[in-house]
Antibody, heavy 120, light 110 residues
Framework: QLQLQESGPGLVRPSEPLSLTCTVSGGSISSGGYYWGWIRQPPGKGLEWIGSIYYNGKTYYSPSPKSRVTISVDTSKNQFSLEVSSVTAADTAVYYC????????????WGQGTLVTVSS | QSALTQPPSASGSPGQSVTISCTGTSSDVGGYNYVSWYQQNPGKAPKVIIYEVTKRPSGVPNRFSGSKSGNTASLTVSGLQVEDEADYYCASYAGSNNVVFGGGTKLTVL
């Protein structure tokens, strides 16, 4: 059974970078055929796709907040990561990592989510 | 403001049917058959219940069905059950390697 688990600091100060890692178990990122994405949900609000990465490192980002986002993959550790630079309170959200079988398609496996609060 | 428009709330009694709409544009919902629906219970991750407009993943009850007409997609829940009470989100491919979500609909089973 595929499992995804987010990890990273729960509190980030304004203007600093937010960094999260998603560890995949029960399957290999390097086997290909899937896209690995990040989705966030501000408290009490809806879902927002941030971006996705393929096992070969090809990235795809939402137009917003594209300029501040970097997604990377480490196939040796079976992990992929998210970095959002220069965060503000608007970046406070539950961050989910998830898998999709195509870039166009749906996310079929999700992590449990991790709350990141931006505050001084 | 979300890219796709959903009603904030919907409700129905056990056994009834309820339909939730998801309105986009010809650049997303209307342009591609890549609309999906997610069910989210409080404090939990979303779970896909419909993908590619009408398909149901294994294990999802056939009480859940999806459709699309023009720029509007719909999720219908037939034979409502108490455990269907949750938040529901639609999502669509929006071209140019972009995915957009709706703002979500809170379904209440009266």
């Amino acid at each position: 059974q595929l499992q995804l688990q987010e990890s990273g600091p729960g509190l980030v100060r304004p203007s600093e970078p937010l960094s999260l890692t998603c560890t995949v178990s029960g399957g290999s990122i390097s086997s290909g055929g899937y896209y690995w994405g990040w989705i966030r949900q501000p408290p009490g609000k809806g879902l927002e796709w941030i971006g996705s990465i393929y096992y070969n490192g090809k990235t795809y980002y939402s137009p917003s907040p594209k300029s501040r986002v970097t997604i990377s993959v480490d196939t040796s550790k079976n992990q992929f990561s998210l970095e959002v630079s220069s965060v503000t309170a608007a970046d406070t959200a539950v961050y989910y990592c998830a898998r999709s079988s195509t870039l166009l398609g749906h996310f079929d496996y999700w992590g449990q989510g991790t709350l990141v609060t931006v505050s001084s | 403001q979300s890219a796709l428009t959903q009603p904030p709330s919907a409700s129905g009694s056990p056994g009834q049917s309820v339909t939730i709409s998801c309105t986009g544009t010809s650049s997303d919902v209307g342009g591609y058959n890549y609309v999906s629906w997610y069910q989210q219970n409080p404090g939990k991750a979303p779970k896909v219940i419909i993908y590619e407009v009408t398909k149901r993943p294994s294990g999802v009850p056939n009480r859940f069905s999806g459709s699309k007409s023009g720029n509007t997609a719909s999720l219908t829940v037939s034979g409502l059950q108490v455990e269907d009470e949750a938040d529901y989100y639609c999502a669509s491919y929006a071209g140019s390697n972009n995915v957009v979500f709706g703002g979500g609909t809170k379904l209440t089973v009266l």
